[in-house]
Nanobody, 125 residues
């Protein structure tokens, strides 16, 4: 099992920045990739960004490209999401997730095996 704990959410004005962190523990050697998703009230959980745990290749949703950056620190078993130029439409609960199986698309929640509890990000206009 892998446990994921997010931190760093909060309230920020439009144009501001936040950095989310996700610390993994447990069977971290089984992690193949990690990702961030977000879910606004009444909406589906949507892909934000993902990173390959060994090679560091990254993938981002078009809506956040140029504003959000995903990175990882393997020594700390932690993945980060640096969010700049935040907009009110970025308001959502942000979830960290980990993949331990190969073959799925990292753009879909169903490909992820482990999830954090979520952290609220609110961007005021």
């Amino acid at each position: 099992q892998v446990q994921l704990v997010e931190s760093g959410g909060g309230l920020v004005q439009a144009g501001g920045s936040l950095r989310l962190s996700c610390a993994a523990s447990g069977r971290t050697a089984s992690i193949f990739a990690m990702g961030w998703f977000r879910q606004a009230p009444g909406k589906e959980r949507n892909f934000v960004a993902a990173i390959n745990w060994s090679g560091g290749s990254t993938y981002s949703a078009d809506s956040v490209k140029g504003r959000f950056t995903i990175s990882r620190d393997n020594a700390k078993n932690t993945v980060y999401l640096q969010m700049n130029s935040l907009k009110p439409e970025d308001t959502a609960v942000y979830y960290c997730a980990a993949v331990s199986r190969r073959g799925g698309s990292w753009y879909y929640p169903s490909s992820y095996d482990y999830w954090g509890q979520g952290t609220q990000v609110t961007v005021s206009s």
